[in-house]
């Protein structure tokens, strides 16, 4: 008996779930955003002023497991576009020239199919091709954007933005677990001067959206256990 | 024999031509200016000899590398498959050595910015097969197929970049937006001709691995060994070079020009296929003299 519960014990001492899981990659995307409606245009301290839209638009680059079977890169075209992004924080630090701007909840983020119109940015967003060529087609996924948050240090002409996006709408809304909708990280970088960027937006983005893998949990002893308790 | 050579160029052209149409859909349509050449998205991993997690520090001459796999091609690579089975395209960011990490609180609510510069580095992007490099979560490292499966194959396009800037930010809310910039130029590879050497920007999102447990929202928790999980772009280069490549001039046999496709044509020459170079004797014909069966058995006899 005595030499059982010790074979227990042994056993329960080295037993261990994974000590990492990795975070779940849904799509990368690509493009460039601007500010609409931007009432105090201009730079530094005037960009993104409380009150003014913030919006993003371009082409999603890749896709993770849940959607690339159903999705067909070689004859469709893959688009995505944020909105309805307010700004509702205004910081910014003169001494570093760093900006730390807050949105209001929510915003909402899209992603089409399309296999018939190519999108174009054209120049001076909203116009004719702007958002238009970027939300036709079929609505893929779309959700609803929450504490999203974008820092730009003027210094470096480098920043970017991190938040939430819960998927609730688009046709292949059913290929994410429904316990899985929530939660996942929209996170990009936007930056300049780019020669590629069309007059009227302000920077080139690239990023991805990927929901946190589960807890991760390390290789433990019962006794190691017992000593965080005493 | 040099008809066949052409009727294969020009299968050659059209088959790229109609393969960049469909691949061009979800790259920059004209008359957008040209943007993103190569994208690379989950699959990007990044190390450094001597890294502290929990507060985002390089130490003073750390080095840094990034392996990954490319998740997308633009102009002028459009051709090229990135999710073809039976090739992969992978890269690898080496040589960056740091300038060490430098913390500075912004305000008073929280806010801090980690700026860290590493100087001296390269990059390489090699086709392989078959596809062999790790995908959706890195080993272990150190690991016996790190870097080795992310530099297997053939370079297409190799070269240096100048400083590589990574900012970690901390938001007050404690939000962390992250990102690297740098500038690239081509120095070679058998795809270097399409591109050329003008200074290019290339930069990307930076996801560091968190400080703290459970993660913070814009980090991303990777295997031992790792220090962050990058996810950017090469832009192309603006405006692009001509595509050139050999040319065998039939006026004037065994003469060689590198010119474009057109230009080739126009000379009334044979097109030996993109980024081709004019090497010794490649536009010379192999001599061969007429005989007969019976004559060219006796030989083996």
Not at chain 1, 127 to 152: C, K, M, Q, R, W
Not at chain 2, 63 to 74: D, E, R
Not at chain 2, 182 to 197: I, K
Not at chain 2, 250 to 272: E, K
Request: proline fraction near 9%; charge should be negative.
């Amino acid at each position: 008996m005595k030499r059982a519960a010790l074979l227990l014990l042994f056993a329960l001492s080295v037993i261990a779930v994974p000590a990492f899981a990795a975070d779940v990659f849904l799509l990368g995307f690509a493009g460039y955003d601007y500010e609409s409606p931007n009432p105090v245009p201009g730079p530094d301290d005037n960009y993104l002023m409380i009150g003014e839209g913030y919006k993003a638009l371009g082409g999603v680059t890749s896709f993770g497991d849940y959607l690339a079977p159903y999705v067909n890169t070689t004859v469709n075209q893959y688009t995505y576009y944020y909105f309805d992004l307010t700004v509702q924080s205004h910081d910014y630090y003169p001494d570093f020239r760093y900006l730390e701007v807050g949105f209001a909840n929510p915003g909402r983020g899209r992603f089409y199919e399309d296999s018939s119109t190519p999108a174009v940015f054209g120049v001076y967003p909203p116009n004719a091709t702007a958002p238009s060529t970027f939300i036709d087609g079929t609505l893929i996924l779309g959700g609803h954007i929450e504490f999203l948050v974008l820092n730009y240090d003027f210094e470096a002409n480098q920043g970017g933005f991190t938040g939430n996006i819960h998927f609730d709408e688009g046709s292949l809304l059913d290929q994410i677990p429904e316990a899985q909708r929530d939660g996942w990280t929209l996170s990009g970088l936007a930056g300049r001067p780019n020669p590629s960027i069309p007059n009227g937006y302000d920077h080139q983005i690239s990023g991805e959206c990927i929901i946190p893998g589960p807890v991760p949990a390390a290789h433990r002893t019962w006794g190691a256990l017992k000593a965080l308790y005493r | 024999m040099k008809n066949r050579i052409g009727l294969v160029t020009v299968i050659g052209l059209l088959a790229t031509t109609l393969s960049a149409t469909v691949a061009a859909a979800q790259c920059s349509t004209p008359p957008d200016p040209p943007g993103l050449m190569i994208k690379f998205d989950r699959d990007a991993w990044a190390y450094e000899t001597a890294y502290t997690p929990a507060n985002f520090k390089s130490a003073l001459g750390s080095q840094l590398t990034v392996v990954g796999i490319v998740s997308w091609f633009c102009n002028p690579f459009s051709d090229l498959n990135p999710a073809d089975p039976n090739t992969e395209y992978t890269f690898i960011w080496d040589g960056l050595v740091s300038e060490e990490t430098i913390t500075q609180t912004i305000g008073s609510f929280g806010a801090m910015k980690y700026t860290t510069r590493y100087l001296g580095g390269g990059f390489r992007i090699y086709a392989g097969s078959p596809r062999n490099a790790p995908t959706v979560t890195p080993p272990d490292l150190p690991s016996g197929v790190v870097p080795d499966a992310f530099v297997d194959g053939t370079m297409i396009l190799g070269g240096v970049m100048d400083t590589v800037l990574v900012i970690v930010n901390r938001s007050s809310g404690g939000i962390y937006t992250s990102s690297f910039k740098a500038h690239y130029q081509a120095t070679g590879g058998t795809r270097y001709c399409q591109v050329g050497s003008a200074r290019t920007l290339m930069d990307g999102l930076w996801c560091p691995v968190p400080p703290t447990s459970p993660s913070p929202t814009g980090t991303c928790p990777l295997p031992t060994g790792w220090s962050a999980h990058p996810n950017g772009k090469w832009d192309t280069p603006n405006p692009l070079p001509p595509p050139t490549g050999a040319c065998c001039l039939r006026a004037n046999p065994g003469a060689c020009v590198i010119t474009t496709p057109a230009d080739c044509v126009v000379q009334d020459g044979v097109f030996l296929g993109l980024c081709t170079v004019c090497d010794f004797g490649i536009c010379l014909e192999v001599p061969a003299n007429k005989t007969s069966w019976g004559q060219l058995k006796t030989i083996y006899r």
